[in-house]
T-cell receptor, first 114, second 115 residues
Framework: AQSVAQPEDQVNVAEGNPLTVKCTYS??????LFWYVQYPNRGLQFLLK??????LVKGSYGFEAEFNKSQTSFHLKKPSALVSDSALYFC????????????FGTGTRLQVTL | EPEVTQTPSHQVTQMGQEVILRCVPI?????FYWYRQILGQKVEFLVS????????KSEIFDDQFSVERPDGSNFTLKIRSTKLEDSAMYFC???FGGGPNQPQHFGDGTRLSIL
């Protein structure tokens, strides 16, 4: 069965420092991986996706993610965190097939402080 | 930028009552989804819908649930006889294509509270 795991409930980082939010996955076959962000009282906002090709994927708001097949990981990164990046971040995986569901991780709360 | 819109933002209903949650997907999107998020838990898939048919549904989506696209713009989720455990945030999503590389775009959700 496909699944994603986010091992950290919360990540704290100072503004201006690099941030990493971790995600590992388990799928049979090629993974289709996504990151979403959720601000308070809002829906999930698409950040980026990995389908195939370059292992470093660039997305919205300066975020990027690194796909590592040997470690089955897809960590979200940003070189310099902003206070406004504070939110809940979800990693998700999707199977092959049409209209297939997203399977989400448990989420990681990112807290960026001054 | 086009958005998925959901109404109402908050719905309070007595247990056993029927509730309809409404969504207007992005206008040129063809694939529609419902997810839910119980407070403090992860987002869970309920159902996907394409060409006026359910494509996939989870074990949560039992006979109490139904979906409909009654016209060219709305996509609804009906819960026939609500239970306390149906209290959750319900998210509608849509995508242009159905392939796994297509990102799904989410609305802001409807918070459903069952009393």
């Amino acid at each position: 069965a496909q699944s994603v795991a986010q091992p950290e409930d919360q990540v704290n980082v100072a503004e201006g420092n690099p941030l990493t939010v971790k995600c590992t996955y388990s799928v049979s076959g090629n993974p289709y991986l996504f990151w979403y962000v959720q601000y308070p009282n809002r829906g999930l906002q698409f950040l980026l996706k990995y389908i195939t090709g370059d292992n470093l994927v660039k997305g919205s708001y300066g975020f990027e993610a690194e796909f590592n097949k040997s470690q089955t990981s897809f960590h979200l990164k940003k070189p310099s965190a902003l206070v406004s990046d504070s939110a809940l971040y979800f990693c998700a995986v999707r199977f092959t097939g049409t209209a297939s569901k997203l399977t989400f991780g448990t989420g990681t709360r990112l807290q960026v402080t001054l | 930028e086009p958005e998925v819109t959901q109404t109402p933002s908050h719905q309070v209903t007595q247990m056993g009552q029927e509730v309809i949650l409404r969504c207007v997907p992005i206008s040129n999107h063809l694939y529609f989804y419902w997810y839910r998020q119980i407070l403090g838990q992860k987002v869970e898939f309920l159902v996907s819908f394409y060409n006026n048919e359910i494509s996939e549904k989870s074990e949560i989506f039992d006979d109490q649930f139904s979906v409909e696209r009654p016209d060219g713009s709305n996509f609804t989720l009906k819960i026939r006889s609500t239970k306390l455990e149906d209290s959750a945030m319900y998210f509608c999503a849509s995508s242009f294509g159905g392939g796994p590389n297509q990102p799904q775009h989410f609305g802001d959700g409807t918070r459903l509270s069952i009393l």
